[in-house]
């Protein structure tokens, strides 16, 4: 019982914390816009979306927070070209971290996921490494936050899972967040506005329903 009061106390200061994220900014830049942000990028013309697939295909690799990227996405490109952009660009990074992981810095790697990753996480992937069972593990966990997003590509890329299997699974499981985060993004310019509290409100049942996947798969430690 205090572990799931432990699971809710995290998920509900998760969410006051994106709340008060959206307010605060809107508090701060009242005259802010889409529009305005739109026409500043209007320098980079046609190159502001490679850009910003640039800076995802990166910059996770260094432990840069996802949601500060996929967020203001939504906000600045709206929810059909954020989705487009952030996928691809989360397609490009999860494959050359695995792939880094796997073939160039593989001891590099492993010490540095043997500093940030429990040995039980190890293991648990490990063990739920052939089959399918390995797709559904992944599955789980992408979309679930029981491991961040970036530990999990280094992860992978030392498990025995294929690449293909990798990238399927991390593709279709990271695609739930990303358009909760995105929609949320978008719909953050009327924080008074029914949309955005429907957004808020798809962005807690993620949450809620990444919980309960974790605990019928027995994932959580």
Same mark, same amino acid.
Not at 130 to 149: D, E, N, Q
Not at 174 to 186: E, F, H, I, Q, T
């Given at each position: ?16 914390? +994106? #709340?008060?994220?959206?307010? @605060?900014?809107? /508090? !701060? %830049? =009242? ?21 910003? +697939? #640039?800076?995802?295909?990166? @910059?996770?690799? /260094? !432990? %840069? =927070? ?21 996928? +691809? ?133």
């Amino acid at each position: 019982m205090s572990t799931l009061w432990q699971d809710k106390r995290k998920a509900a200061l998760f969410l006051a914390m +994106i #709340l008060a994220g959206i307010l @605060l900014a809107v /508090f !701060l %830049f =009242p005259h802010l816009s889409r529009d305005r942000l739109q026409e500043k990028l209007a320098v980079l013309g046609p190159w502001a979306g490679p850009l910003y +697939i #640039l800076l995802f295909a990166i @910059l996770p690799g /260094f !432990l %840069f =927070p996802t949601v500060f990227l996929v967020v203001p996405a939504g906000a600045i490109f709206g929810f059909v070209l954020g989705s487009i952009y952030t996928m +691809i660009g989360a397609t490009i990074n999860m494959a050359w971290m695995y792939l880094l992981a796997r073939y160039l810095f593989r001891e590099q790697v492993n010490k540095f996921i043997s500093h940030r990753l429990s040995p039980g996480w190890q293991a648990k992937i490990q063990a739920n490494s052939a089959g399918r069972k390995a797709f559904y593990t992944l599955l789980v966990l992408r979309v679930t936050p029981l491991i961040p997003y970036q530990f999990l590509n280094y992860a992978y890329g030392l498990s025995p899972v294929n690449f293909e299997t990798y990238m399927l699974a991390s593709i279709i499981g990271v695609a739930p967040g990303v358009l909760v985060y995105l929609n949320l993004g978008d719909k953050a310019w009327d924080p008074s506005s029914a949309e955005f509290w429907i957004a808020m409100s798809l962005f807690a049942v993620l949450i809620l329903a990444s919980k309960l996947l974790s605990r019928i798969f027995k994932l959580e430690k």
